[in-house]
């Protein structure tokens, strides 16, 4: 009886393998509009191919805005509209994107970066208060921590958690190195090699949140507006979709009650989930370092092939 009971208990409550799950996302594009030069592409032909890969998976995603990249100017200004004009939510991720970790980043300092990106982002379609901390890092000391707590919350901003973190600025960083070598170089293995990677971090983080919440929570993916994903978010969300997940808004997501939670630790930060069980003294669970490894395992791989 009670094995019939066990057995009916994990039929109803384990995703089943290789079928299509109840697994969502959320995608979300930090740093941009990125007005830097980089090979193959332009920034507005970037900027088009990132949104065109949102429209072709019809899925609505947000840019989280540093404004110093681009839309300080306006061209990169009009880059940032056409996401809210598609649709898409925008965010924010302050001026100049200081670290709030350093000793030498007052609190005031940074509080006056939020104010500044919103009085830029504020006029333009999709705007939402959602601030992302940059580099994840939501103070070095309790004090900066929760003063940026009772900030947000003062400004009716929302802490845009990120809960499936990847290294996708490692892959960035090294394709343009490839490129700038040899721009006909073959860049398929590093396209293998990243989709290999954020197929990894998503399995991690999904099983992350079955260990601390019994359940899939709709997962917000962190990317950056950069080449990498100019020329390659298509695949990626070809290959989630393939996998059976599906692809949700940021602010469905963000609907879910997880992303209310407040870690207590004294200093806050990356995916949420990670932030979660380190806080519950759960940090060292099979396999975490690949979650903090900035891609280095993925790096090695292609070291191996000659990149
Ligand atoms: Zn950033």
């Known amino acids: 009886m009670i094995a019939r009971l066990l057995a009916a208990l994990i039929l109803c409550c384990l995703p089943a393998a290789g079928v299509a799950s109840a697994q969502s996302f959320a995608v979300t594009l930090d740093d941009g509009p990125h007005l830097n030069e980089t090979p193959l592409l332009s920034p507005a032909e970037r900027n088009r191919a990132l949104l065109d890969a949102l429209a072709k998976h019809k899925v609505k995603g947000a840019l989280f805005v540093t404004v110093q990249n681009g839309a300080a100017r306006p061209e990169g200004l009009a880059l940032a509209r056409a996401w809210g004009e598609a649709g898409h939510f925008i965010g924010n991720h302050t001026m100049t994107h200081p670290d709030l970790n350093k000793a030498d980043v007052t609190l005031a300092k940074y509080q006056e970066e939020i104010l500044a990106c919103d009085a830029v982002i504020r006029e333009l379609p999709g705007y939402r208060k959602w601030f992302r901390f940059t580099y994840l890092r939501e103070g070095n000391t309790p004090e900066k921590r929760d003063g940026m707590r009772a900030f947000l919350k003062e400004q009716g901003y929302r802490n845009a958690y990120v809960t499936l973190d990847t290294s996708d600025w490692r892959f960035d960083s090294k394709l343009r190195e490839v490129l700038a070598r040899d721009p006909k170089a073959d860049i398929e293995p590093i396209k293998r090699l990243y989709l290999d990677h954020l197929w990894q971090r998503a399995q991690a983080y999904r099983d992350l949140a079955w260990k601390l919440q019994g359940r899939d929570i709709p997962q917000v993916l962190l990317l950056h507006h950069n080449l990498v994903n100019a020329l390659w978010l298509d695949d990626a969300l070809t290959m989630l979709k393939q996998k059976g ?21 004294p200093a806050a930060g990356q995916s949420l989930l990670l932030s979660m069980s380190r806080s519950l003294g759960l940090g060292r669970f099979d396999g975490w370092e690949r979650l903090v490894d900035d891609g280095e395992f993925e790096m090695q791989a292609l070291k191996k092939l000659g990149y």
């Open 245 to 265: 997940w599906r692809g949700v808004s940021p602010e469905e997501a963000y609907a879910d009650p997880i992303y209310a939670l407040q870690p207590d630790r």
